[in-house]
């Protein structure tokens, strides 16, 4: 089983379209949880940390569920510069375990 | 704040030469770097954690005599790919943790 497990997708949706991502991971002393964005060949950036209260920034919000180990990004009002593959990331052990991703496609 | 340099962005490289990547951070000091290195279409896998002043940790499967990896200073990690194969043809970034884990822009080697 894989440390951080994502749906690889992709999913195509339209705009305007609400879309929520799903991030399992295996290692209950996990510390630290997070969203990244990657576009195409290109180097992944932040989107988010995770917080156990879950956290919101604009259309964007993530959640966090200990007891279940996973967690989620919800994006609201899907824009067309949305589209890219997002990754989630779990931090332990000194390192950070990137799931596989889930592509986004978002179509006018 | 917390960049991360890396260069070159792109290579092309013969079957059978060594190719060396610089990991540079920008405006903080970094003991340790990450690299990773992302095939097509999958995830970026962690190869190696560059320790400042010491031998790198490998990961499981990473051939650390194919993979060296340099840290010499706080500022520079260095990964050479030694005798490059076209299925070493990959995504290479490096990261650092600077307050937060920030990404270098990424290498793409291509061995031809």
């Known amino acids: 089983r894989k440390e951080v497990e994502q749906d690889p997708g992709p999913f195509n949706v339209p705009e305007g379209a609400t879309v929520a991502f799903n991030c399992t991971y295996s290692?209950?002393?996990?510390?630290?949880f997070f969203w990244y964005r990657q576009d195409c060949r290109k180097e992944p950036k932040l989107l988010m940390s995770?917080?156990?209260s879950g956290n919101e920034d604009g259309r964007f919000t993530a959640q966090l569920n200990r007891a279940s180990q996973y967690i989620s990004l919800l994006i609201r009002d899907s824009k067309l510069s949305d589209s890219a593959t997002y990754l989630c990331a779990v931090w332990g052990g000194n390192m950070l375990t990137f799931g596989g991703g889930t592509r986004l496609m978002v179509k006018p | 704040g917390a960049v991360v340099s890396q260069h070159p962005s792109r290579v092309i490289c013969k079957s059978g030469t060594s190719v060396k990547i610089e990991c540079r951070s920008l405006d903080f000091q970094a003991t340790t770097m990450f690299w990773y290195r992302q095939f097509p279409k999958q995830s970026l896998m962690l190869m190696a954690t560059?320790?400042?002043?010491?031998?790198?940790?490998?990961e499981q499967g990473v051939e650390k005599d194919k993979f060296l990896i340099n840290h010499a200073s706080l500022t520079l990690s260095t990964l050479t790919v030694t005798s490059a194969h076209p299925e070493d043809s990959s995504f290479y970034i490096c990261?650092?943790?600077?307050?937060?884990?920030?990404f270098g822009s990424g290498t793409r080697l291509t061995v031809v």
């Open positions: 560059s320790n400042e002043g010491s031998k790198a940790t490998y």
């Open positions: 290692n209950s002393a996990s510390q630290s």
């Open positions: 995770v917080y156990s």
């Open positions: 990261s650092a943790n600077g307050g937060r884990y920030t």
